[in-house]
């Protein structure tokens, strides 16, 4: 085996494809549930189907996932500390696999890689490190500065990740060889924090969602992605909508702020999260690093440069410009989006990857030669 990827969430086939373009690999997928369980009926069955497949499993670990799901439920704060304990457990196992498996490059998540990482260091593997959540320090900043603007808003200034999690995030990348991040606006965070660019790559996403159709006639609906709440700028899209005149969709759950949003004129609840109800436009004024999966559409997408692919938008702060935004996007034919998107390509991970294996080869020629 050369390539071993430990999977600490669902969500993995874009990146196993481009890892298996360079060579054999492994998925190690702790928390894949027994085919069994996928047949079973509601919520259990539907957990199940989502973490089929892998090389590598770990039963005792998914009775800690499904413990510490059980404890938090539905409280926001408590499923990000769940997710945050869940990934150190996730690290400890798969340093130990490390050092009994051997493979030559390991790709482990954020937050699930450090005691990995120094597993794959110590018998002379590479590390790639996939910053599959925000960078902590950065998405407390972003959360201050919107505490500022909307006060009212009780999560910005109710979830902040522990010390222990942000020095943990920071050493991995320390560690890591090579870092993948979800979008461009998490890469120039990097950037700014002296990751060379060579070393960055940006992870493969799945291609957008095909029932997203462009309507035939104009509907006068927007649709905001991700949950409508505070960090994914649930107040600038109504006041954008509300300038341009037209409907908001919006996804409703804990954390929804505020509180009587579908109450509000001019709002419409969506059923779930993939919903077929047609509109003209996917919007996302997020204030904080954010890759919601409705924005892989086929529809006009419009988004903050925390959210957006190629890490440019309008000001999730002025509501004016994100009107004026969508209503370009709007105005604008299909290949004119499409221009407008464009963004400097960065290395892709099966570049990225094989440089890792020339150089390890480079490295034993010139051992032996000597």
């Given amino acids: 085996m050369t390539i071993a990827i430990v999977v600490a969430a669902p969500g993995e086939a874009p990146l196993l494809a481009a890892c298996r373009d360079v060579a054999e690999t492994e998925l190690w997928s702790p928390l894949t549930a027994p085919a069994w369980l996928a047949h079973a009926p509601g919520a259990i069955g539907a957990y199940a189907r989502r973490r089929t497949g892998g090389d590598l499993r770990s039963p005792p670990l998914l009775a800690i996932d499904a413990g510490l799901r059980a404890w938090a439920r539905n409280h926001t704060d408590r499923r990000y500390q769940s997710q945050f304990l869940l990934r150190t457990a996730i690290d400890g196992w798969a340093a130990r696999e490390v050092l009994r498996r051997k493979p030559r490059i390991v790709v482990a998540s954020s937050l699930a890689a450090?005691?990995?990482?120094?597993?794959?260091?110590?018998?002379g593997s590479h590390c790639v490190l996939v910053l599959d959540v925000p960078l902590l320090r950065a998405l407390h900043a972003d959360l201050d500065r919107a505490a500022e603007v909307w006060p009212e808003r009780q999560f910005l200034r109710r979830f902040r990740a522990p010390s222990w999690a942000i020095a943990r995030q920071e050493a991995e990348r320390v560690l890591a060889d090579l870092v993948v991040v979800r979008g461009a606006y998490a890469r120039s965070l990097c950037v700014a924090d002296g990751i060379p660019e060579a070393r960055l790559a940006v992870l493969p996403s799945a291609p957008p969602s095909a029932s997203a159709l462009a309507p035939?006639?104009?509907?006068?609906?927007?649709?905001l992605a991700g949950l409508a709440a505070a960090r994914h700028g649930i107040d600038t899209a109504v006041a954008a909508?509300?300038?341009?005149?037209m409907?908001?969709?919006v996804r409703t759950g804990e954390g929804t702020e505020p509180a009587n949003l579908a109450e509000l004129p001019g709002i419409?609840?969506?059923?779930?999260?993939?919903?077929?109800?047609?509109?003209?436009?996917?919007?996302?004024?997020?204030?904080c690093e954010t890759y919601a999966a409705e924005l892989r559409t086929t529809l006009p997408a419009i988004a903050s440069p925390m959210a957006s692919a190629d890490g440019r938008g309008p000001d999730p702060y002025?509501?004016?410009?994100?009107?004026?935004?969508?209503?370009?996007?709007?105005?604008?034919?299909?290949?004119?989006?499409?221009?407008?998107?464009?963004?400097p390509p960065a290395p892709s991970i099966t570049s990225l990857l094989s440089s890792l294996g020339l150089r390890r080869r480079d490295h034993r020629s010139r051992r032996r030669s000597r």
């Avoid at 909508?241 to 005149?245: N, Q, T």
């Avoid at 935004?325 to 998107?341: F, G, K, M, V, Y």
């Fill in 268 to 287: 419409a609840i969506a059923a779930a999260m993939v919903d077929d109800a047609p509109v003209d436009a996917v919007i996302c004024p997020a204030i």
């Fill in 241 to 245: 909508a509300r300038i341009l005149g």
């Fill in 216 to 223: 035939a006639t104009p509907t006068g609906r927007l649709r």
């Fill in 318 to 343: 002025d509501a004016v410009a994100f009107a004026g935004a969508i209503e370009q996007a709007l105005r604008a034919s299909p290949r004119a989006i499409a221009a407008a998107d464009g963004a």
């Fill in 114 to 123: 450090r005691r990995t990482f120094a597993a794959a260091r110590s018998i």
């Fill in 247 to 249: 409907t908001l969709v």
